[in-house]
């Protein structure tokens, strides 16, 4: 599996765990969700340095919009933690990269 597949496995499910908590989503994501997840992967698929990246944040180039950004940052901040209660192994990986 590649580095940006890996990213995608981690921002979908950090994304999906968001959802249910957040907005209470039974059957998949919201709307809005939804638009984030595609708008994440799209610029997954497009990076720069691809399976050389590193995380997002540690990137010196920003290519998410400034508003996807600070929704990224949130989902982020909320599932990260819960990571380790969901996808234990997932968790694992995800800090050793």
Do not use: W
Request: one cysteine or more; aromatic letters at 12%; a positive charge.
């Amino acid at each position: 599996m590649t580095r940006i597949e890996k990213e995608k496995q981690t921002i979908d499910l950090m994304i999906n765990i968001y959802c249910k908590k957040k907005h209470k989503g039974k059957d998949g994501l919201c709307e809005e969700c939804q638009e984030l997840l595609e708008y994440a992967y799209k610029r997954l698929d497009f990076c720069k340095f691809g399976n050389e990246k590193s995380f997002c944040s540690k990137c010196p180039i920003h290519c998410y919009k400034k508003d996807m950004r600070a929704k990224v940052k949130d989902v982020m901040k909320f599932s990260g933690p819960r990571l380790m209660i969901y996808s234990p192994i997932q968790f694992i990986k995800h800090i050793f990269e």
